[in-house]
């Protein structure tokens, strides 16, 4: 199909004008909380201002210098990505066997997974506290406050969601190319790398990254079921919120500094989305 | 040649995980849903009542109020994230240079936890405070107070989790419009389909499944929203949903067995209406098929 340079010129102006609003949709609260980050207590009850008046570092130097602020950042950091890759490899297993065994009952544990992630939280916290401090204990350790008991539960809200997710994905990659494969000698662990994983790459890069997200970003879980050694940054955040009144100024410069490490995940995980989109060519 | 023990071994992991971390703790408040129950009250603990919790329930007001809001909480931010997540993830199937640096700006609000997504937005839109309300008295001679108005409350927060999860759609959009074959579409436009019944009869049976888990998972996670409305709000009029009331019963008043049937009746109604909604997307698709 041929397009005139004319069209294509309107056609990449009216591409840009909709990313650039966009953008500046989507970037206006996050460039107010770099503006609240920089500024005092004092300067933020003045008049509302949306721009940046100076650049005032004393919130971002309170932070970084926090030496609780580190370990809680170490812990989300070990937390968020070990659940992640747990997650991808186990959902990629679940789904391939939802997809192509024939197993009793599949629709209704497909459908059950799902359910998990659908229990509001604030109830099932009491249950969990007990299973965390009583039921997995060995002599001193408990699963209570430790990275590896986050890690677990934080399955029960990503696994279904991956498994959902992937299930479409590879649903949609021929079971021709399976069988062609195994014909070819590979066994299952052949064909999960050499078909599954190539071509199911942009679904399981999205899965990986939202499920680091959701591991990252989670608050009610993380405050409740860990005290000292395994909390998360978002527990910090929580508590620049007190009675006496919230340190806005700090809260916002943790948050940009809580972002950093997820815009690098995103942006080296985004590669396998690209990747992922000039492979639909080959796939048919 | 697929034996399915193989199969049973390769859900198996996943499954124990969830038994464990998912249904024992489910199984533990089905039976304290039954009793009455006040955590911090000095006499014996739970007391079996049967379904009085659940009869209780049913002439709660504040119970049923919330349930209001959160369906129309979640349906305004639902269907414009999906179809604002959906036009976004076919541009971004477009190619032009400058593509990756959009679509990761646009992933920016995912990365924002959702009480730092509360706490930016309450700064926004405090009177007094935040320009939000500022600049609307002064360009647009309006008063939006959100303490004060329900309906402004409401919409605050149906377009604070629009611009928070917006991006999530469109990841899963996009995943999901990368692993449609090209032939099929090429197919249908040399059969002079144009690009309304390209989409609806190509592309849109192609998406089905990635946009029913896509919904699905916005409207479970919508339901459950605690962290980000209550920064927002502090839990004022028009935003008492029905996970914030949850919240309220089980902690502030302690009142663990009502929280529990509460919590029960919320997942059971999700659960009807994501069955209801996977019965009407999946059968349509088999339909369709054959």
Redesign the interface.
Known sequence: MTTSPRRRFWR?VS??A??IF??L???I??W??LV?SMRTRVE??G????ALSRIYLENYSNVLTDSTFQRYMTNSLVVSTANALLVMI??L??T???S?????GRDN?F?W????????????????Y??FTRTFRLGDWTLFDTQLGLI??Y??FN???A???L???V???PIELDDAA?IDGAG?WGVLRHVIIP??A??L???G??SW?FA??E??FAANLTSVVART??TA??EF?TVTG?N?GE??A??MV??VP??II??FA?RY??M??T???V?? | MRNPRVGWALLSPTLIILLIFGFAPFLYVLFVGFNQWNVFSADDGLVFNGLDNFRRLVFDDDFLHSVGLTARFAIFAIGSEVVLGFVLAQMLTRDFPGKSLFRIIHTFPLMVAPIAVGAIWRLLVIPGFGPVPFFLDRYFDLTYQIGSYPDQALMTSVLMDIWHWTPFVTLTMLAGLSSIPREPVEQAKVDGANRLQVFWYVTLPFLRPVLLTTVFIRIMDAIRTVDEVWMLAGGGPGTRFTGIYIWRVVFPRTDYGYGSSISLITLYLTIVLCWLLFIAISGRRKGEVE
């Open positions: 990449y591409t840009y909709f990313w966009m953008t949709l989507t970037l609260p996050i107010w909380m609240v933020l009850f008049r509302p201002n949306l186990l959902a297993l679940a391939y066997a939802l192509r065994y024939k197993l009793a544990i459908f997974l799902i359910t998990n992630r659908m229990a509001p939280p604030a109830a099932f916290l009491l249950p969990l007990i299973m677990l539960l399955c029960v696994l279904p969601f498994i959902w997710l299930k479409g994905v649903d949609g990659i195994m299952l071509l199911a942009p679904g890069a999205v899965t990254i939202l997200i990252w970003n608050y009610l940054i978002t955040l929580a919120v919230t806005w809260l916002a943790m948050s809580t972002l997820s815009a995103v942006i985004q989305i690209v992922g989109l492979f639909g060519a796939k048919e």
